[in-house]
């Protein structure tokens, strides 16, 4: 099978700042992360695969074209970008229906697809009402709809959870691998892990405009599980907890705050965990809660590239 | 070239609704039911004020033609593409299978239409006024005022004002000129036209074109088209009043003389006009189809 994209030495700037650097990345077919902090450059090159933007420097080549300004490739692709923007004074209805008339669709077929998009993300109740009354949610909604609405081969799709609630993340969560089960390849970012993590199990890492890592999202937890981790417990007896574990082999040291609360630092979270799970009971300390801390993208990427 | 002309069309009747309610179309609304209120308020209410000619050639000539249809077309011109770009949904359109050409030229369309009707209203609105009031028009008789200033002399001023017998002469069933009328509304429309397309094309290259358009057409436009000699030629305002002027010049050169270059005419006025309009829009055309637009999330 022929990749899905292929970038070669990419780079993009916006002035001085860097976009993206030297970016050379190949993505197969099927459901894709990308994940990385805010401003790692996973927008810019989302921009790049969906014809918005053109390299400065290298070459991408999405589906074998060259997307930007490609009116053969547009056809084949639907861009849900990050901005929240839509008309807001057209109807949620008449923001896809226009969008598929300028896909080429004549008016009846392209209501008939706007329709079936919005009922397929959940919105069809909704179509008649100005986006300006829309919710974030269901702005977010719509942008996706009109991604799909034309039945492309690759639905880009930037920050597509952000604004949603919990439920309508996984709604949209499961309508993309529906998308994916039905063949359709789609690409889309978050910056937040166990989002992606729920798509899909092949992610892209993205971190100051460079590629981080590429692979099964199991491979990139386990490295992300080495990253040294402060946990904080709180338990009945303290000092006699604290005492514990300190002799656990990932611990690499032990602290009682002033306010009675145990700060253990790891080089080895999942297992820390599995031998707390362990000794718990054994020990009888009485802990109360457990809190993680340093487990946020940024902190992880600062670690991981060193 | 079908698609074109079909996506052309279908941002034309998009976009047409939505020009027509948008706040700036109620300003240049309300612009346009200016002009005519001063004619029928000068007509009406001021004794010693213009004769009714004047109150047609006067607001046209410096209301309409010299300020309204640039500034007009300023606001509603600048925003063909800038609006989708300060709105962040250009890249709905632009991720398109569709000529990115068509997106300035329909949206023009939409927005030359409008400007189009609402200048036709503002002056057939002034036509009305004028012809409205002119049957009842007299030359007021002179009028003495007598007065006490402060030293307590009494002091006398008459009250008169000479208009020229080619004023006076100029609507004797009260009704305009032959032609005069259909002279004003061509060039109204014209520079509507052509305005409006400079800074829709403007609006590609430029993040900021009603401020740009601002500066051209009253600095540098209003500049070098009231400079006596032919740099008039490299302005839009020198090629309109060449349309004006074939109608009724004598009546023009009363109203304007120091603004009026020895005009072109019609034909090579229209022939100019046009170059400049389709000149923009390529223009504006080659922008929109070879730039990227990077916009903030």
């Known amino acids: 099978m022929s990749a899905l994209v292929v970038a070669d030495k990419v780079g993009c700037w916006y002035g001085q700042v860097v976009g993206l650097s030297e970016l050379t990345l190949t993505i197969q077919g099927g459901i894709t992360g990308l994940v990385g902090p805010n401003g790692a450059g996973k927008s810019t090159f989302l921009k790049l695969v969906a014809g918005e933007l053109r390299p400065a420097r290298g070459d991408i080549r999405v589906l074998g074209h060259a997307p930007f300004a490609n009116r053969e490739y547009f056809r084949r692709v639907g861009f849900c970008p990050q901005q929240e923007a839509i008309w807001g004074d057209m109807t949620g209805l008449e923001v896809v229906e226009f969008l598929m008339r300028l896909s080429g669709y004549a008016p009846s077929e392209a209501r008939r697809r706007a329709h079936a998009a919005l009922d397929r993300v959940g919105l069809l109740d909704a179509r008649t009402r100005r986006t300006a009354g829309y919710s974030k949610g269901m702005r977010q909604r719509t942008k996706i709809a009109q991604a799909i609405a034309h039945d492309p081969e690759l639905v880009v799709a930037d920050e597509p959870l952000n604004g949603l609630d919990p439920v309508g993340r996984a709604e949209i969560q499961k309508l993309f691998a529906e998308l994916g089960a039905a063949g359709m390849h789609v690409l889309v970012s978050s910056h937040v892990l166990h989002e992606v993590e729920a798509l899909t199990p092949s992610i892209v890492l993205f971190h100051r405009g460079r590629l981080l890592a590429q692979g099964p999202v199991g491979e990139i937890r386990r490295l992300l599980s080495r990253h040294p981790r402060r946990v904080e417990l709180v338990a009945r007896d303290a000092r006699r907890l604290a005492a514990v574990l300190m002799a656990l082999e990932p611990v690499s040291s032990v602290r009682i705050a002033a306010d009675g609360r145990v700060a253990v630092e790891t080089g080895d979270v999942e297992r820390f965990f599995r031998e707390l799970t362990a000794l718990a009971p054994r020990e009888r300390a009485g802990i109360r809660s457990i809190e993680s801390h340093d487990a946020n993208l940024e902190s992880v990427f600062d670690y991981l590239v060193g | ?297």
């Open chain 2, 1 to 297: 070239m079908m698609s074109f002309l079909r996506t052309t069309l279908l941002f034309w009747r998009t976009y047409l609704p939505r020009v027509c309610l948008a706040r700036r179309t109620l300003l240049v609304a309300l612009g346009c039911a200016l002009v005519p209120l001063v004619a029928f308020g000068l007509l009406k209410f001021v004794p010693h004020g213009p004769s009714p000619i004047e109150a047609f050639l006067y607001p046209a000539f410096f209301m309409l033609l010299s300020v309204l249809v640039p500034l007009a077309a300023v606001i509603t011109g600048s925003a063909v593409i800038s609006e989708e770009v300060d709105d962040r949904t250009i890249t709905y359109l632009l991720t398109r299978p569709i000529s990115r050409a068509s997106i300035l030229v329909g949206r023009w369309l939409a927005a030359a239409t409008v400007l189009a009707v609402l200048l036709t209203g503002s002056v057939g609105g002034l036509k009305l006024a004028v012809e409205s009031q002119a049957p009842d028009w007299k030359k007021a008789e002179p009028r003495t005022v007598t007065w006490t200033d402060r030293r307590g002399e009494t002091r006398t001023r008459t009250i008169d004002r000479d208009i020229p017998a080619e004023f006076l002469q100029a609507m004797p069933e009260g009704e305009l000129p032959e032609g005069l009328f259909g002279a004003m509304l061509a060039a109204t429309l014209a520079g509507a036209a052509v305005y409006s397309a400079l800074f829709a094309a403007l609006g590609t290259f430029n993040r900021h074109p009603m401020i740009v358009g601002l500066g051209y057409a009253f600095a540098i436009e209003g500049f070098l088209a009231n400079l006596p000699g032919t740099s008039q030629q490299l302005t839009v305002q020198f090629y309109l009043r060449s349309m004006l002027m074939s109608e009724n010049p004598e009546l023009w050169r009363l109203v304007a003389e120091a603004q009026l270059a020895e005009p072109d005419t019609t034909r090579a006025a229209l022939l100019a006009l046009a170059v400049i309009l389709a000149v923009s829009l390529a223009l504006g055309s080659l922008v929109i189809s070879r730039r990227q637009y990077v916009l903030s999330a």
